[in-house]
Nanobody, 120 residues
């Protein structure tokens, strides 16, 4: 059993910052890459950032240089630091995890999602 719970969302003004937290519980040893996705109003879900088990990060072009993903495997937590937010960052943010040792890195575990709203 694996559970992911997001926290840290909310309403911020343009240019502000938020830090999202994904708490992983259950069979945490089975978790590999963890990613943040988001879905804005009327938009498709998109991958925002991901971080491997050994903390190697990847970012979507839209957030590169503004967002930082990190993880603490000891605490079983993954973070997304979001800086210089703009209204295009508004959406529901989801934490998702792939199985460890799965080369496909498909995301099979998902959190419930949290809302991030950036006012103009």
């Amino acid at each position: 059993q694996v559970q992911l719970v997001e926290s840290g969302g909310g309403l911020v003004q343009t240019g502000g910052s938020l830090r999202l937290t994904c708490a992983v519980s259950g069979s945490t040893f089975a978790i590999g890459t963890v990613a943040w996705h988001r879905q804005g109003p009327g938009k498709e879900r998109e991958l925002v950032a991901s971080v491997t088990r050994n903390t190697s990060p990847s970012y979507a072009d839209a957030v590169k240089g503004r967002f930082t993903i990190s993880r603490d495997n000891t605490k079983n937590m993954v973070f997304l630091q979001m800086n210089r937010l703009n209204p295009e960052d508004t959406g529901a943010y989801y934490c998702a995890a792939a199985r460890r040792w799965d080369s496909s890195e498909s995301y099979v575990y998902w959190g419930q999602g949290i809302q991030v709203t950036v006012s103009s």
